[in-house]
């Protein structure tokens, strides 16, 4: 079936260090994919999305790149800072049913001043 | 301002005893659904609603129902709440089908003693 995997957290960073939070995904036909972020107390918000192949999300210094070949959807910045800390999730949707929403398992994200 | 508004944030209670948690959001979508988070399992949808009075199962439905009788309001409802219903619980709506944004309710934190 689909699924959705992470790397393992937490991450712990120094303020501007280069992220990279891996994601890759299993699914059959054209999915599309999402990074949510959860601050602290809060809910999911979306982050950032990709709908096809080489398509490229941006959003707040965050990037992924939808790559179909290895199937992974990699979020990385070039710069992070203390407010970026967090929990993140990858997360497919498949164009069949009712579009539900497959997750990771989130990886938190710690970045230290 | 767009938001899904959940309540109670958070709640202890004790096996057996019915509770309801209310989901209401005010952007005239048509999908709304429910979550559990876990630690290291991410979120699993409980139930989801494609429109009113449309409702079905998502994975871990055991235990749980919902209702839909207005667009706006989708509560959840624990019958006879179990232990290993203590969890953090996220109600979601989006505009519909598709690779939509889901927005989320800011959570609420339930308890089961």
């Known amino acids: 079936g689909d699924s959705v995997t992470q790397m393992e957290g937490p991450v712990t960073l120094s303020e501007e260090a280069f992220l990279t939070i891996n994601c890759t995904y299993t699914?059959?036909?054209?999915?599309?994919l999402f990074w949510y972020v959860q601050y602290p107390g809060e809910g999911l918000q979306l982050l950032l999305k990709?709908?096809?192949a080489d398509d490229k999300g941006s959003n707040k210094g965050f990037e992924a790149t939808y790559r179909k070949e290895t199937t992974s959807f990699h979020l990385e910045k070039g710069s992070v800072q203390v407010s970026d800390s967090a929990v993140y999730f990858c997360?497919?949707?498949?164009?069949?049913?009712?579009?539900?929403?497959?997750w990771g398992a989130g990886t938190k994200l710690i970045i230290k001043p | 301002e767009a938001q899904v508004t959940q309540n109670p944030r958070y709640l202890i209670t004790v096996t057996g005893k019915k509770l309801t948690v209310t989901c209401s959001q005010n952007?005239?979508?048509?999908?709304m659904s429910w979550y559990r988070q876990d630690p290291g399992l991410g979120l699993r949808q409980i139930y989801y609603?494609?429109?009113?009075?449309?409702?079905d199962k998502g994975d871990v439905p055991e235990g749980y129902k919902v209702s839909r009788k207005e667009k706006r309001n989708f509560p959840l409802i624990l019958e006879s709440p179990s232990p290993n219903q203590t969890s953090l619980y996220f109600c979601?709506?989006?505009?519909?089908?598709?690779?939509?944004?889901?927005?989320f309710g800011q959570g609420t934190r339930l308890t089961v003693v």
């Open positions: 979601a709506s989006s505009k519909g089908q598709g690779p939509t944004e889901a927005f």
């Open positions: 952007m005239n979508h048509e999908y």
């Open positions: 609603s494609m429109n009113v009075e449309v409702t």
């Open positions: 699914a059959t036909g054209y999915p599309s």
């Open positions: 990709a709908t096809k």
């Open positions: 997360a497919l949707s498949v164009p069949r049913g009712n579009y539900q929403l497959i």
